[in-house]
């Protein structure tokens, strides 16, 4: 079993910024994949950015150029620094980990709520 819990999560302004990170533990276990995902109410869950165990990152065109996801391999933890946030930023953001042989996993999310 692996858990994943997030941290950073909170209330800030336009245009301000926020690093959020997530950190995996258990015992005997590879992460392929980590990622970011949000869902804002009413609203489907989505990709917001993900980076592989080699440092292959993708984001969705919505936070490209004002998000960062990074990842230390030796602590199992990924962060997302975001930038010029704006107010449809405003989600639940969920941790995701692709595991070697154990399936995916969930953390169980954090709010950032963007609003002056």
């Known amino acids: 079993q692996v858990q994943l819990v997030e941290s950073g999560g909170g209330l800030v302004q336009p245009g301000g910024s926020q690093r959020l990170s997530c950190a995996a533990s258990g015992s005997g276990f590879t992460i392929n994949t980590m990622a970011w995902y949000r869902q804002a109410p009413g609203e489907q869950r989505e990709l917001v950015a993900s980076i592989t165990s080699l440092g292959i990152t993708n984001y969705a065109a919505s936070v490209k150029g004002r998000f960062t996801i990074s990842g230390d391999n030796a602590k199992n933890t990924v962060y997302l620094q975001m930038n010029s946030l704006k107010s449809e930023d405003t989600a639940v953001y969920l941790c995701?980990?692709?595991?070697?042989?154990?399936?995916?996993?969930w953390g169980r999310g954090t709010q950032v709520t963007v609003s002056s």
């Open positions: 995701y980990a692709a595991v070697a042989r154990k399936g995916v996993y």
